[in-house]
């Protein structure tokens, strides 16, 4: 409901990006890409702003930063509960590594790798599980001899460091234990939360949780003990409270430098891990959109809730990030006008929102991003998810620009012109696809999420009747709200785009947007379904468009497949259908309706044209994904233990970055 992922067709790559600002030119021969690893690729971040920030600033920064680093572990346990104790035995082998045989070292880096950018053994994109591709005696030799140079391991009490990979061999090896992290469509007569192997859930089913009232429904394990459901409490004194505590002192030390708008964010944030209480939770979330107008933010705690086949247990995340002043400026003229754009809504008026208020939108430039949000990394946030919060006191929007440049920089451009129709199109791609989609992340976000009315019987709660189509449903209409919008012209108006550019605009979009759907199948190696919400709602709202309008041609030349965008018109038209439709169902809450529209459009797809696909992206060495390397700080302190100032750098890589996260190296 509230982040945007990169599309499968990245930014131009080629010279046709945003001009930099001016005010802080970085060097434009550094490097972005800094390895491939499998279809991952792994990028430099850059903020380009920090240094002129003021010393206050770059403080506070500091402080939150540290806060992000301390509770990033808490994700990778939520995330699978073997995770932690895994990366220990990989980073101790990885720390001691000499006499160790080197093809068995090199796939254990390259699995740790993956590990680390996905924050555990799931593929982020398909949830499936990927496993190390040796044979188990070539990885236990390669432990003894770590053990030889003084590697500590993960031993229970009493246990040998054989019988430890003995019991964590399937962990690591076999990918049929533990096979998805998170399964929204078990197939029949199959449980949800059994046949998902996050860690939000221990020994409970959907059936036990029928009728079981959570009172920490975002944040807590619901474990079934001696038969009976019990929440563990994500807050201090409860499930992560040495995690939490860090982050609270970390939280503490940074108040004093904010504003007293976020001053009062942060006591807020810092009393609901205190209590864990719900009503800290919604004192914090308004608190913190109630400031709006503070340089620099963060974003710390128990946030989106995709990971959960239910919808309810927030991932935890940290994001800390400063203003992008320029770019915020195009944002906030597209905030100013919500209204404008609700009352044009092509839903029925009784979903159309009166007196939209309270959205605010900025670019930013991220410092740090930890669990849930990095390495990989949104490229555009809307919060909070508390429906009634949102409606009563407005959202917050964040499109993350220093992200999406290092998107832009570090892909190439050969990949487009494999999946376009014809060169116009794919040079028309090259030339616009970056203003498009930065201008559609923001439509999304900024006029998207925040919009339409729901009915009043939904007790501000669409996700409890929705359940697992929710989010992608939530996802697809912020999408079709852009896409909607793009051809008008008051966004030439607005001096948002130039008029005479807006259709090329419009055309790269919709053709881009089309394009998409059939590349991304690239990201799902394995079976025939789509897990991942934003790559359900993208395929669900193209193979409507073609079931539904003339605007999609389904094309094929030399055993290739194409979907060709050919009438925008009919795009454009299409789009206002479904959206008023996607709106009824969200308004309703018609399950019904939004499984019926996912299931024939959005989850399933060819696995015979998905092998194409591969086939045809494998040849041009594209990256399903990117994982980033973050930027790095370090205070400066005086004799007196006082900060006199923050230096920020670039590690250039990964390996080091998560060793030094993990205090394995200084
Ligand atoms: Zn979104």
Redesign the pocket.
């Known amino acids: ?4 992922i990169a599309a499968g067709v990245f930014g131009s790559g080629g010279n046709a990006g945003p001009a930099l600002a001016d005010t802080a030119q970085p060097d434009q021969s550094r490097k972005y890409l800094v390895e491939r690893v499998d279809d991952a690729a792994v990028a430099q971040l850059y903020a380009d702003g920090f240094n002129a920030l003021p010393l206050e600033q770059k403080t506070l920064i500091w402080h939150l930063y540290q806060a992000a680093i301390a509770g990033r572990d808490i994700y990778y346990d939520q995330r699978y509960a073997h995770s932690l104790e895994m990366r220990d035995v990989l980073e101790e082998i990885l720390t001691h590594a000499a006499g160790i045989d080197p093809v068995t070292l090199a796939e254990i880096q390259r699995y740790t790798k993956l590990f680390w950018l996905n924050s555990g053994p799931y593929n982020n994109l398909t949830a499936r599980k990927f496993v190390m591709k040796i044979p188990f005696d070539a990885f236990a030799s390669a432990a003894r001899t770590a053990q030889k140079s003084g590697a500590k391991f993960p031993l229970k009490s009493g246990e040998t460091l054989d019988a430890m990979l003995k019991r964590m061999q399937p962990l690591f090896f076999d990918a049929t234990v533990d096979p998805i992290v998170t399964n929204k469509t078990p197939g029949q007569g199959k449980d949800l939360l059994q046949e998902s192997a996050n860690n939000l859930y221990v020994g409970a089913t959907m059936k036990d949780l029928e009728g079981f009232k959570e009172r920490y429904a975002l944040n807590s394990r619901v474990v079934k003990r001696d038969g009976k459901l019990v929440e563990e409490v994500y807050r201090i004194g409860g499930r992560y409270d040495k995690e939490i505590r860090a982050i609270v002192t970390n939280l503490e030390a940074a108040i004093p430098f904010a504003t007293p708008n976020m001053k009062e964010a942060l006591n807020a944030l810092i009393q609901w891990y205190r209590t864990g209480e719900d009503s800290d939770r919604a004192a914090y979330d308004i608190a913190w959109v109630q400031d709006k107008d503070s340089p620099v933010d963060t974003i710390n705690g128990f946030i989106e809730v995709y990971m959960d086949p239910r919808g309810h247990k927030g991932s935890w995340e940290a994001l800390v990030y400063f203003v992008n002043r320029e770019k915020t400026e195009e944002i906030r003229k597209l905030a100013a006008s919500a209204q404008w754009f609700e009352d044009r809504m092509p839903w029925a008026d009784q979903y159309k929102k009166q007196g939209v208020r309270g959205i605010t939108a900025n670019a930013i430039d991220v410092v740090v991003e930890t669990g849930d949000s990095g390495p990989i990394t949104p490229v ?1 946030i ?1 919060l909070p998810n508390d429906q009634q919060i949102r409606e009563k006191h407005g959202s917050k929007s964040v499109s993350l620009s220093n992200v999406n440049e290092a998107y832009d920089k570090s892909t190439s451009a050969s990949f487009r012109r494999e999946f376009a129709w014809t060169e116009e199109e794919a040079l028309r791609s090259e030339k616009w696809n970056s203003v498009a989609s930065e201008l559609t992340t923001n439509m ?2 900024v006029i ?2 925040a919009s339409g009315k729901i009915s009043d019987k939904l007790k501000g709660s669409p996700q409890s009747v929705l359940k697992e189509h929710y989010s992608a449903l ?2 697809a209409r ?1 999408d079709l709200v852009a896409l909607y919008f793009i051809p008008n012209p008051k966004l030439a108006e607005l001096g948002i785009v130039a008029a005479a550019d807006q259709q090329d605009i419009v055309r790269a979009e919709y053709e881009g947007y089309t394009r998409n759907a059939l590349a991304q199948l690239r990201r799902i190696r394995e079976g025939t379904q789509i897990e991942e919400d ?1 790559m359900r709602n993208r395929q669900m709202i193209v193979r409507w468009l073609m079931a539904n309008s003339k605007a999609i041609d389904v094309r094929e030349r030399d055993g290739r497949t194409y979907y060709v965008m050919v009438d925008p018109k009919a795009f454009n038209e299409g789009v206002g259908r479904l959206l008023a439709e996607v709106q009824r169902i969200k308004a309703e809450g018609d399950y019904e309706a939004s499984r019926k529209l996912f299931e024939t459009y959005g989850v399933h797809f060819d696995g015979k044209l998905r092998d194409e696909v591969v086939a045809r992206v494998e040849k041009l060495n594209m990256p399903s994904y990117t994982g980033f390397v973050q930027p790095r700080l370090e205070a400066v302190k005086g004799a007196d233990g006082k900060i006199t100032d923050v230096k920020i750098s670039y590690p250039l890589d990964l390996t080091t970055q998560m060793l030094e996260y993990s205090g394995r190296r200084k």
Request: net charge negative; charged share 20%; aromatic share 0%.
């Open positions: 409901m509230s982040l945007v555009g809307n999304h976000e998207g999420h939530e996802e912020a934003h």
